[in-house]
């Protein structure tokens, strides 16, 4: 309600998502939103909204940040170090053992200079021309 008052006072657009309760009792997300129609003048003649039922996006998400879970907890027993790189070959996640091995932290490793901490000085440039320049896999 609070949101909606907001927007009422505002005069934007907004959105907002809460539960409402079904005619079977069971309570289930939606996602609101309201947009203005203004007149010439530019002042707020009506509004439109939608009430959309996300349930079972809601779900869906929740799913997967579970499975993300219990993949890092799979991923953290696995005595060999092991890497995520994103598309930009920017590094996402390291398992325990990697960053055991290094004495590093994940922030340390997502941070720019990570490879000039982990490699050997004289094979840096190499390392970083051959994670820019290769296409799936790293030789």
């Known amino acids: 309600m609070a949101t909606w008052l907001g927007l009422l006072a505002s005069g934007g657009p907004g ?18 939103r309201a947009v203005p129609v203004r007149d010439g003048l530019g002042k707020v003649v009506r509004w439109y909204g939608t009430n959309t039922d996300i349930e079972d996006l809601k779900r869906a998400e929740e799913n997967l940040r579970q499975s993300e879970r219990e993949l890092r907890q799979l991923i953290d027993v696995v005595p060999q170090n092991i890497l995520v790189l994103g598309p930009d070959r920017n590094p996402l996640y390291a398992n325990r053992s990697l960053l055991e091995y290094h004495g590093l932290s994940l922030e340390d490793i997502q941070a720019d200079d990570f490879r000039a901490r982990i490699y050997h000085p004289d094979d840096v440039r190499e390392s970083a021309q051959r994670g820019a320049t290769c296409d799936d896999t790293w030789s």
């Open 15 to 32: 959105q907002e998502e809460a539960r409402l309760r079904r005619f079977d009792g069971e309570y289930r997300w939606f996602l609101f």
